[in-house]
């Protein structure tokens, strides 16, 4: 009898191409999705990685938390300092409403921007004393005239806690200490997905004007961009000048890099980040109008808030769909040559860095995107 091979039925062949795909998609998720973090300084990357570290990994070990409790005080004093030196400085003047308080003033101007080397009862007992004066308070109420850090109100509120010899930072204290980024750092950790585990790089790198040309070293292999905007930076300006508009400065490298041709590929994802502060400041009646004209008339219908989030999405998506025409790439020495840049999709979300239960959520959606991404742009979907 003659044995010949028959050729597979429909069926067998469809179950057999499903198979390769699963097959694909599972080497597809063996691959490592790499995010790079990116926005001017102070957007809040390094919170994003921390709250990574804390969601993905194992959250923070106690020497871990120890070894930031130098940065802590560091935190206190820069705020304390800041705080004081500028209350003559804005325009106008604000004054010390308790009249013991300005020797304690000139105490900590005397110690000067950096912190003292022993840290004393007089020291915590004149900073205390000073944050509770109401002249303070309505300096603080106008931070955005001078260069205070966000965490500023958190850790001297907590100055009782912190003063004391056996403090250990809480997991708050850890996502409010600020510290620059100079360096390019990275975190790896993996996420559960359809059955595998699918491992995650997030780079971090720092935000600041004179950081930003090590950006372009990150962008090799990179599958999606998470762009952080401080939404809370309208009334604020840029530390490296003192005078740029922080928001318009986030809108402006956003611009730059949605429309660079090193991350086309690349997904890009948008965090308008402080919501919190954002909606603070509104609340506390700080007008979005008098650094954006524009905003005066825009969506009349809605509360402040809304039309302030509305407003700040909008400005993006005007970005990522207003192409600058055509980019002129030097193939030749002297001959130009036009290239069409296309834009890719683009996801907005609102955050608040800080709040861990916020992060969780957005980072749910945000993992499978990426996922989605990266299944795409490797030809597969
Ligand atoms: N209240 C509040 N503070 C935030 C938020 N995101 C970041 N911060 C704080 O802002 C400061 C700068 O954040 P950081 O992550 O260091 O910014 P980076 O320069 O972009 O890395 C830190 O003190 C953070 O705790 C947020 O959504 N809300
Ligand atoms: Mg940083």
């Not at 003033?105 to 840290?119: F, K, M, S």
């Not at 900073?127 to 004066?133: G, K, M, N, T, Y």
């Not at 524009?294 to 808030?305: G, L, P, R, S, V």
């Not at 002297?334 to 916020?358: M, P, R």
Request: net charge neutral; proline share 4%; hydrophobic share 35%.
């Amino acid at each position: 009898m003659l044995c010949i091979n028959k050729p597979p039925s429909e069926e067998k062949k469809v179950s057999q191409i499903i198979d390769n795909g699963l097959k694909s998609e599972k080497k597809r998720l063996e691959r490592i999705q790499q995010i790079l973090l990116l926005g001017t300084g102070e957007s809040g990357k390094t919170t994003i990685i921390k709250q990574m570290k804390i969601l993905h990994i194992n959250g923070f070990s106690e020497q871990e938390k120890m070894e930031k409790v130098p940065n802590i005080k560091q935190n206190i004093h820069e705020s304390i300092f800041t705080l004081i030196d500028n209350m003559d400085k804005i325009s106008p003047p604000v004054d010390l409403e308790v009249e013991d308080n300005k020797k304690l003033a000139q105490y900590i101007r005397n110690i000067g921007p950096n912190p003292p080397t022993e840290y004393t009862n007089e020291y915590y007992d004149s900073i205390q004393s000073l944050w509770a004066d109401p002249g303070v308070r309505k300096t603080y109420m106008r931070a955005n005239e001078f260069q205070l850090i966000d965490s500023a109100a958190h850790f001297l509120d907590r100055i009782n806690d912190i003063r004391d010899a056996d403090y250990i930072p809480t997991v708050q204290d850890m996502l409010f200490c600020r510290v620059m980024t100079v360096s390019i750092s990275k975190i790896e950790f993996k996420i559960p997905y359809k059955g595998q585990k699918v491992e995650f790089w997030m780079y971090d790198v720092g935000g600041q004007r004179g950081e930003r040309k090590k950006w372009i070293s990150v962008f090799e292999g990179i599958g999606a961009i998470l762009f952080l905007i401080a939404a809370s930076d309208f009334d604020q300006t840029l530390r490296e000048d003192g005078k740029t508009n922080r928001l318009r400065e986030g809108f402006q490298v956003f611009a730059d890099i949605f429309w660079s041709r090193f991350v086309r590929k690349a997904g890009k994802i948008v965090f308008l980040n402080k919501q919190d502060i954002l909606k603070k400041k509104i609340e506390n009646g700080k007008k979005i109008e008098k650094h954006f004209p524009e905003f005066a008339n825009f969506e009349k219908t809605k509360n402040d808030y809304d039309r302030a989030k509305l407003f700040m999405k909008n400005k993006i998506l005007e970005i990522a769909t207003t192409q600058p025409g055509t980019e002129t790439v030097e193939f030749i020495p002297g001959v130009d040559i036009k290239q069409e840049i296309k834009s890719e999709l683009l996801y907005i979300h609102f955050t608040i860095a800080t709040d861990t239960n916020n992060v969780k959520l957005v980072f749910n959606d945000v993992k499978d995107i990426i996922i989605a991404i990266n299944l795409e742009t490797s030809g597969l979907v």
